[in-house]
């Protein structure tokens, strides 16, 4: 209060923010009074990281390369979590060691072991051991839903699908990696669109505009070229699902070859909003259904035919856009476990 009595603070969000000059031992005294956190959201191509303060302002981000550590390795993954996180400290003007608490959701950190080395790769990083490393998928759910129930789809470089029910229950549907699934994703497209071309380079399959496309933008006019790429040893997943757009702009272009792939992707990923649906008994109620990741830049042409699968058999359920990013999701439950862990101590 100012010695008036007159209130001296504004309110962004829920948080009160200072808007009067203070002595600065005051001020250093406020912001050690202020908690603050960290979301990251790791994936296959590329790792996001904010702070944030405890009503949810944005405070600082940071981006750097992927961190599934099955996709890129240990080492790799760990020093791109680092670089994000230092970027969006440094954005945000602190040390981490104000940092309350870190959430991380990592891709690939799903089986008991796998996360158990992610979580002794980021010790060094968060000595006190304030931190939660789980599923890129759970943030993602909290980042479009918020800790309501719903379900998301992601379909990135992979795809999986993740949902709650109100009694708090969960379940996933895909995210088995591009070997053995990864339906619906971009790298699934990219794949099937760079093997239409090579069927139609054959005499397999009708001619497509994706073969133009490879040539324009990525000087392989000769589909013979391609072998020499895809399998090299330094090709990895994300560098594939990359020529997922050529899929996108035939598709949008008219190309029946390219609207075939896109389609047969949204049909896929239905299924797998489906099959959490199902699981989490929800598909006679009405719940949302939020898409994130790259593919779908494809728009109406991936979501049309999803949608289509989803409504015939939960009509209660409303597809749209994320209410947050995943990212956002991650410093959400950053926060949501500080409060967890104040009430033990208290």
């Known amino acids: 209060m100012r010695p008036d009595g007159a209130s001296s603070v504004q309110r962004l969000g829920t948080l ?7 002595p600065l031992h005051a001020t250093r005294l406020y912001a050690s009074l202020m908690a603050y956190f960290l979301g990251v959201d790791g994936g ?25 550590h099955l996709r890129v390795g240990i080492e790799a993954a760990t020093r791109n979590i680092e670089r994000a996180v230092n970027i969006a400290l440094v954005e945000a003007g602190m040390p981490i060691r104000e940092v309350e608490y870190a959430y991380c959701g990592i891709a690939g950190s799903d089986h008991p072991d796998h996360h158990e080395r992610v979580v002794d790769a980021l010790k060094v990083f ?47 549907a895909g995210g088995w990696g591009p070997i053995i699934g990864d339906e619906g994703s971009g790298y699934a ?6 093997a239409a071309i090579v069927r139609a380079y054959d005499g ?45 702009e035939a598709a949008s272009g008219g190309d029946a070859v390219a609207n075939q792939i896109i389609e047969r ?18 598909t006679n109620d009405p719940f949302p259904v939020a898409y994130v990741g790259g593919a779908f830049h494809a728009g109406d042409l991936l979501l049309d035919p999803m949608r289509k699968v989803i409504n015939a058999e939960a009509r209660g359920a409303h597809v749209g856009p994320p209410l947050h990013t995943p990212v956002e999701g991650a410093a959400m439950m950053a926060i949501r476990a500080a409060k967890v862990e104040r009430a033990a101590r208290a």
Do not use: W
């Open 16 to 22: 009160p923010v200072p808007t009067t000059r203070y």
């Open 126 to 172: 968060f000595p006190r051991g304030n931190f939660i490393v789980d599923t890129d998928a759970r943030i993602a759910l909290t980042g479009a839903v918020g800790f309501d129930s719903g379900v998301v789809i992601i379909a990135g470089t992979g795809s999986v699908a993740f949902g709650r029910n109100l009694e708090g229950g969960e379940a996933r």
């Open 44 to 68: 296959a191509s590329k790792t996001a990281a904010i702070v944030t303060d405890e009503g949810g302002t944005a405070l600082g981000t940071g981006l750097a390369g992927g961190s599934n």
């Open 265 to 282: 992707a949204g049909h896929e990923l239905g299924q797998c909003v489906l099959a959490v649906a199902r699981r989490l008994a929800l």
């Open 189 to 194: 497209m990219a794949r099937d669109g760079l």
């Open 204 to 248: 397999r399959n009708p001619k497509t505009i994706m073969s133009d496309i490879l040539c324009r933008d990525y000087g392989m006019c000769n589909p013979g070229d391609l072998p020499r790429f895809v399998y090299a040893t330094t090709t990895r997943t994300d560098d594939i699902a990359r020529f997922g757009k050529m899929v996108i």
